[in-house]
């Protein structure tokens, strides 16, 4: 079943959501930006990559074109190696078999309507009966028009080394990632709660 923290204040969040440097920095960084008077969220205006270059390649930035398209705006080498291609500008949401984008869905559209924070732990096999475990982040940003339509995040990996599980390459146009294992789902309060909300886990593949 998935956990839902309720996490009050910047630093018990920065001690929970931590997993790695790259985490760390994007989060200090995060909570830095300016924010809008009546406003708990930065804009993407104010986000720059360049300001977190160092780290970069662990990152990503997540756009809500639609609540059917999440487009990957940005994304950094490690990441792709975790997802196992460059998924920029495709919708990640596309990607996925019908029961899991219909949860993964929920659960951007709840990060659009609440101001917080979330991850995904997921385990994702390989061969040879090995496997890894991955956790991404999302961190949100207000689009032109206030409404969170921004995600920044960091994917990492968190147990298990060597290549990642390799995305389906025989339909460039409608790529399909295949065994995964939600492991824990969690919101985080950044200062206006967090969703009531419960997302099944779902194995997939």
């Known amino acids: 079943m998935p956990v839902h923290l ?3 204040g910047p630093t018990r969040l920065l001690e929970k959501i931590t997993h790695n440097a790259a985490t760390k920095r994007l989060l200090e960084y995060w909570q830095e930006l300016p924010r809008a008077e009546g406003h708990i969220c930065p804009t993407r205006d104010n986000f720059r990559m360049m300001d977190i270059s160092e780290f970069a390649a662990q990152v990503f930035l997540l756009q809500r074109l639609t609540s059917d398209n999440i487009c ?16 920029t500008g495709h919708n990640l949401l596309e990607l996925l078999p019908q029961p899991q984008f219909l949860l993964e869905r929920t659960y951007f559209q709840a990060l659009h309507k609440n101001p917080c924070a979330g991850s995904v732990t ?54 399909k990632v295949g065994n995964l294992h939600l492991l824990e789902r969690e919101f985080f309060d950044i200062g206006a709660g967090i969703p009531n909300l419960e997302i099944p886990a779902l194995t997939i593949g």
């Open 72 to 87: 990957m705006v940005q994304s950094g080498v490690s990441v792709n190696n975790i997802l196992g291609a460059d998924l």
């Open 6 to 8: 309720n996490l009050m």
């Open 122 to 175: 997921l385990l994702s096999p390989r061969d040879a009966g090995k496997s890894y475990i991955y956790r991404s982040i999302h961190l949100p940003l207000l689009g032109t028009d206030g409404a969170i339509s921004f995600w920044v995040g960091t994917s990492a990996i968190l147990e298990g080394k060597g290549a990642c599980e390799e995305l389906t390459k025989s339909d460039q146009s409608r790529r």
